[in-house]
């Protein structure tokens, strides 16, 4: 199960949104979470929908999985863009 801020936080990782070119989502694979953002990340991790990145002294940097990928609804393209495949 997935909720609206959690799909809110794939969709923003994976450059999904009204604002941006449906041809260009997936063009970026990065959330730069603060420690209060941490347990809704955990969460989208236990689901598989994230990995965990690098760490900074206060940050944690989380990245979609092809499963947060499809959640979200990019096409196989967009997916390969975003999971850096060719």
Same mark, same amino acid.
């Not at 990245?63 to 975003?82: D, I, S, Y």
């Given at each position: 199960?997935?909720? *609206?801020? *959690? ?28 420690? *209060?953002? /941490? ?8 689901? #598989? ?16 999985? /092809?499963? #947060? ?18």
């Amino acid at each position: 199960m997935i909720t *609206e801020d *959690e799909l809110g936080h794939l969709q923003h990782m994976l450059g999904v949104g009204i604002h941006i070119s449906k041809r260009n989502w997936g063009y970026r694979n990065y959330f730069c979470a603060s420690p *209060e953002q /941490e347990k809704e990340f955990l969460n989208l991790m236990r689901n #598989g929908f994230v990995q965990i990145g690098n760490r900074s002294n206060l940050y944690v940097y989380y990245h979609a999985t /092809e499963l #947060g990928c499809v959640v979200v609804g990019l096409n196989k393209k967009q997916t390969n863009r975003a999971l850096r495949r060719p």
